[in-house]
């Protein structure tokens, strides 16, 4: 089972998510929080493998909220949002969210993202995919091709050769599955490199190892 806290300050809002999940017999709905100071206490209490979070609520924000779980290690964080790409939903990003979703994503992307986000990937609104490439990546070269900010020595003198570049796939905004192709190496393979990519670099999401990967932030 795959258990999933709700954080939104709008109960009808929580009650379709929970709706929703609960349509696939593998989710499980755990708790719901109406402020980001709730989302901390309940992830803490609950220890949810996946929060929905909701970036704009009283109290404590879904920013802040996000900040805390998540460098606590306590839950993923996938956010929802009304609004395609803003300051709230980058800085959320930056903060450690495996990803977000718009709230207008019908049923099936909802759970997807939930499955996918539990299992360790980063999930982005099909919408604005490009706008957040755009924004933290650059250009999203095909498998193959160059993207012109290799992951070096010098910046990442952590890495073995073979991390660096599964650094610089995921600094060009790619899924296991094109890391694989590209590389030659299985999916599992991958996610050993993932997991320990980001484990190296303080990382707690893909989407944090983007950023650095074309940035040079440390996070």
Not at 87 to 113: C, I, N, P, S
Not at 137 to 166: H, I, K, M, W
Request: hydrophobic content about 45%; charged content about 25%.
């Amino acid at each position: 089972m795959i258990r999933v806290l709700l954080a939104d300050d709008h109960a009808a809002v929580r009650a379709g998510l929970r709706m929703v999940l609960e349509t696939d017999p593998q989710l499980e709905v755990v708790g719901e929080a109406a402020d980001g100071e709730s989302a901390v206490t309940n992830a803490r209490a609950l220890r949810p493998d996946v929060v929905l979070m909701d970036i704009r609520m009283p109290r404590m924000d879904g920013v802040a909220a996000t900040t805390q779980i998540v460098q606590a290690g306590i839950a993923q964080v996938l956010v929802l949002t009304t609004f395609d790409l803003d300051e709230y939903v980058v800085a959320a990003l930056r903060a450690g969210a495996a990803g977000f979703l718009l709230k207008t994503a019908d049923g099936a992307t909802l759970v997807d993202a939930v499955r996918r986000v539990a299992a360790g990937e980063g999930v982005v609104a099909p919408e604005v995919t490009r706008t957040l490439l755009d924004a933290f990546v650059g250009s999203r070269p095909g498998p193959g091709e160059s993207s012109g900010g290799e992951a070096d020595d010098a910046r990442f003198p952590g890495l073995t050769v073979r991390e660096r570049e599964v650094l610089d796939c995921l600094g060009r905004g790619w899924s296991n599955q094109e890391i694989s192709r590209a590389l030659h190496i299985t999916e599992a393979t991958t996610k050993s490199h993932v997991s320990r990519v980001l484990t190296k670099l303080g990382c707690r999401s893909r989407v944090q190892a983007a950023i650095l990967a074309r940035e040079g932030l440390r996070t």
